[in-house]
Antibody
Framework: QVHLVESGGGVVQPGESLRLSCAAS????????MHWVRQAPGKGLEWVAF????????NHADSVTGRFTISRDNSKNTLYLQMNSLRVEDTAVYYC???????????WGQGTLVTVSS | AIQMTQSPSSLSASVGDRVTITCRAS??????LGWYQQKPGKAPKFLIY???TLHSEVPSRFSGSGSGTDFTLTISSLQPEDFATYYC?????????FGQGTKVEIK
């Protein structure tokens, strides 16, 4: 079955960097677009970024443009989110999610917590 | 970016009640809207896509309707496992945007 496992979260100071990973299994990873979605503590969901199955045509939320970069390694079945210049407001659980025919996200990981604090 | 406004932000209901949640887009999004259910400490669950199509194994008591800017999620007979927070998501254009959520609580 489809399985998505995020890792790489932790506690960092403002201005620092972090790279999240999402290991995929149970499906042909190279055939699907992938997304990152985040959720600040006690808050709602916020879409963060998308990358097509072949690594082309990435999109980012305005709040992270210029600071976060989504990428993937199809040979390793892994999605990444490089987060630079982190801010306190980036504190959240970060989920990776599979694209469903550009009509939503059908499978989600369990999330990884990123805390940005001085 | 397209703004998605959900209402109400929370509601109290009893088992067996009919529940309706609405989502309004700041501009037309055709029928490119989905609904998600999230329980505390868990990842969201995909319920409905393209306004009204149920994802696999989603119970038929869930339904969606609407088009353009106004959309509705209806639970025809609320079950104990349905107490959760529900989110709409527009996938008409990037950046995708979620509604702020509706928490369905036990009355």
């Amino acid at each position: 079955q489809v399985h998505l496992v995020e890792s790489g979260g932790g506690v960092v100071q403002p201005g620092e960097s972090l790279r999240l990973s999402c290991a995929a299994s149970g499906f042909t990873f190279s055939g699907y677009g992938m997304h990152w979605v985040r959720q600040a503590p006690g808050k709602g969901l916020e879409w963060v970024a998308f990358l097509r199955h072949d690594g082309s045509n990435e999109n980012h939320a305005d709040s992270v443009t210029g600071r976060f970069t989504i990428s993937r390694d199809n040979s390793k079945n892994t999605l990444y989110l490089q987060m630079n210049s982190l801010r306190v407001e980036d504190t959240a659980v970060y989920y990776c999610a599979r694209d469903f025919h550009n009509s939503g996200n059908d499978y989600w990981g369990q999330g990884t917590l990123v805390t940005v604090s001085s | 970016a397209i703004q998605m406004t959900q209402s109400p932000s929370s509601l109290s209901a009893s088992v067996g009640d009919r529940v309706t949640i609405t989502c309004r887009a700041s501009q037309g999004i055709r029928n490119d809207l989905g609904w998600y259910q999230q329980k505390p400490g868990k990842a969201p669950k995909f319920l409905i896509y393209s306004t009204s199509t149920l994802h696999s194994e989603v119970p038929s008591r869930f339904s969606g309707s609407g088009s353009g800017t106004d959309f509705t999620l209806t639970i025809s007979s609320l079950q104990p496992e349905d107490f959760a927070t529900y989110y709409c998501l527009q996938d008409y254009t990037y950046p995708w945007t979620f509604g702020q959520g509706t928490k369905v609580e036990i009355k």
